[in-house]
């Protein structure tokens, strides 16, 4: 059986043919509409996200399947002290899928090792938001007619959106896609980022405040909002903010057929009058993400993935300690404590990611 | 496309229609079985009210189709700033359908100004709740026969009851239709339905403060609550209240047929012991809301709704502004200054019907 | 029509008959997924619970019914004031059955009474919670073959534990059933079940303080969660806490074939490294509560249940009132004050069954 946690657990011919799958439900939606008669996808939010949650159940819902669930923590048995563990190796008994939400870092990854179905991470804290990058990879993919040669700019908070490194990390699977990135120094992407990911895998990139003078040059726009909060110093925020904001004027200096993206909700960066340009594409975005979530259920729901066997690298060490105060492992009882090796040989923790420190005697 | 945010939205012909509708429905469900098949119906509720949200979710279900959203704003994207317009924008990619309920007023007119499928206004604040009024008609009809020739009494809190200022104003477009007013001083109807509704269309009426020596001549009596909040002088509740609340003994000196209404939830305005007389209507009102809410999917649902043209007499000025501080147009994102000139050519915000005030230069 | 509101609804004949049922579903469930094609079933939880609500909503999606309702009482009408009364009155209009979890003894019943559909009691406070203990029978009657000739050790919080009492009284039905109580002094059984119930019955039973002494002789051992709370003090609970904790090195002195149930959710009173080891049947116990459900949804909504006639000995009393601060006449508008006489003649509260006190005069 296989689970979603990360983009990582599909190779790029998995992608490419999900997007292939994607692309024909989106054209024939009724040759699906019995696909999943009889299934049910548990939808585990221990986090609101209306917009996250809608578009699964739609997807299921188009599928002929049902769903049930909880949008909520408070009403949720975790107010009562249950494990992550312990709730989806329940829940497993209810539902065929899982969807789960949660805001510490590695919880689905958790939920997926008790639990007897397959498991989707529908965003964990800081750590990633794979689905939302499958509905950013799909709209790329309609919009430009393929994911290679592009010159893709990511404009905003480039240092914590975490739906900016998992796409970067995911067009680091394509071939040569140049990255533009577009911040204000504060918020630049992060070292981990520009050397693992766009050094490591040679991609050519380069840095730049200002968004006029790089829109000219760009196929794919990646908008994301700069929150105040961000900033110590709130005079700062101020004079940079309006910099980053699109606005009919600056779309002007794009290209004809640029394509604006926006994981959404999207509050003042964009301005409402971008949205009746052609070449905004955010509302397709969140449409896509819902004909790539129906693709992605009916994967994991196939014979094929179910009988699957995961091969799975951790291993267990009482030697190190994750690093990350926002890891599931730091609450989940009685857990495992497992870890990975990167390809340069460091150990990182299995459940969040973030690099493990080795214990002193 | 069109969408139902108010009652003058449908022509008096239309209001029938959708009563034979409504009653081929309850007469013969079976019939109408599959009839959604296929289809999502999207709650939105922004505010809690339990009743109108399951009677919407029961309809759809009985209808065939399925049903998503939220019953809570915390649990939803608009906690994190997203603007009404985006919300209904994004949830026409996952429904088919959105019915929306909100605290402000014109929140639904606003969603419907950008949402690709019908929007059905559920309630919104203060300003009015249009499903409730087809419940109230249909259960009159079902009940007397027919809606014209009835004399219809309101008791209780008349001044702030929107669902009684909207059945008063649906009631006009019907014939020879006397109204009783029963209320105390405090909550009498307020000027601008007297004036604007009752006087406008040559209705018989009458205001009194007694519910006792109205009762003998009512065929209808809608009974709504009065609350200890609405009185600056506490004392003066107390006297009052019990003059409005409905028990076996004054209901004995209604007349046999009398049906009484209540658009519910009921606290203590009526006497439990009511509930076992066959004049006590409010529970089928509320059976008879489903049915209404059943034709009016189906309706808006249909061929001809979803491809019609929406005759929109809307007009953009920034020499007026809206006087209402409880109006969507005070907080939705860059949102358009729309006006409507009403019969007197007063103007009014087109959101929440507010009159406008003019800008000093 | 009938309602489950306690395990004594249904006599032993029919809880047998309904295992035999949820056997059935069990092995094909495909025999049943369009048992309830068109039906609704209605979860109102006044209270969360993750577990019995996805359950319950599990067991009706996969009878092929669908599912409306509320997780949450601020979500809910009952805000406003509305009686437990109306809203099940109403909410017939809208489902085919009810599921009712309630933070007030005796609020399912008061539902049932006005309701015009089944109500099922999905817990209410400290008074039961019997679709739990259908799931604790089926789980022992799948494992051990039967139910009969047993020795089941209860082992935690025996005071409060509301699935405990319940479970032992229906454990009272069938035969030669030997007890083990094992808890320490502060969390003992209650007199009015040790006596009530296990003597009343002439049921074998002994008391113990030691998990450890008495698990080689238990065929089932249900294990529950002791809370802090209950604990005057905290140093008494900090010395006994882990010898009612069960580890693999205690299970290791248990049978072979020793049932170890628990009503979930866990905290740490059962160490996950006793999951994997076949005893553990808890999580089983969790997917048996989901067959009990459904079968009984079915039993419920049969033509039998629905046209039976409910045969109830309740009588009306000025001179008495319940003595239960939790319970719902509390609370509930103009409740009629109801009253049985139990086996000894004793009067107690027809809703929460807590003994009544006469009024002096």
Redesign the interface.
């Known amino acids: 059986m296989r689970s979603f946690i990360d983009i990582p657990d599909f190779s790029k011919d998995e992608l490419l043919d999900l997007m292939v799958l994607a692309e024909d439900i989106a054209q024939s939606p009724e040759k699906y509409?019995e696909s999943c008669k009889?299934k049910?996808l548990?939808t585990l939010?221990f986090e609101?996200?209306?917009?996250t949650r809608?578009?699964f159940?739609?997807a299921m819902?188009?599928l002929g399947g049902?769903?049930?669930?909880?949008?909520?923590p408070?009403?949720?048995?975790?107010?009562?002290?249950?494990?992550v563990?312990?709730?989806t190796?329940?829940?497993s008994?209810?539902?065929d899928i899982i969807a789960m939400r949660h805001p510490l870092e590695g919880a689905p990854f958790v939920g997926s090792l008790s639990a007897t179905v397959p498991v989707i991470n529908a965003g964990d804290g800081g750590h990633c938001h794979p689905t939302q990058t499958l509905a950013d990879l799909f709209t790329i993919k309609r919009e430009k007619g393929s994911v290679d040669n592009l010159t893709v700019g990511f404009c905003g908070d480039l240092r914590y959106g975490r739906t900016v490194h998992s796409l970067i990390s995911a067009l680091s699977m394509f071939e040569n896609v140049k990255v533009v990135l577009i911040s204000p120094e504060e918020l630049r992407l992060p070292e981990f980022i520009r050397k693992g990911v766009l050094e490591a895998h040679g991609m050519t990139y380069r840095e730049t405040r200002s968004l006029e003078e790089s829109l000219p040059e760009l196929d794919v726009l990646y908008m994301t909002r700069i929150q105040r909060e961000r900033f110590d110093d709130v005079t700062m925020y101020e004079r940079l903010k309006d910099s980053y904001v699109l606005t009919l004027e600056k779309l002007n200096l794009a290209k004809r057929d640029t394509c604006v993206l926006h994981p959404?909700?999207?509050?003042?960066e964009i301005?409402?009058?971008v949205d009746a340009d052609p070449r905004a594409c955010y509302?397709k975005q969140?449409?896509n993400g819902?004909y790539m979530r129906k693709a992605l259920i009916l994967k994991l729901l196939s014979k094929e993935s179910l009988s699957s066997t995961e091969n799975n690298e951790m291993f267990e060490s009482e030697k190190h300690y994750c690093a990350n105060p926002k890891c599931i492992s730091k609450t989940e009882?009685?857990i495992t404590n497992y870890f990975i090796k990167d390809k340069k040989d460091n150990i990182r923790c299995a459940y969040c990611e973030v690099g493990a420190i080795e214990k002193e005697d």
């Open positions: 509409a009889g049910k548990a939010f609101p996200s209306t917009r809608l578009s159940e739609a819902l188009e049902s769903v049930l669930g909880f949008s909520d408070d009403s949720s048995s975790a107010s009562k002290g249950e494990s563990s312990d709730t190796r329940i829940v008994c209810y539902a959404l909700p999207r509050v003042n301005s409402v009058k509302f969140a449409e819902k009882q009685e």
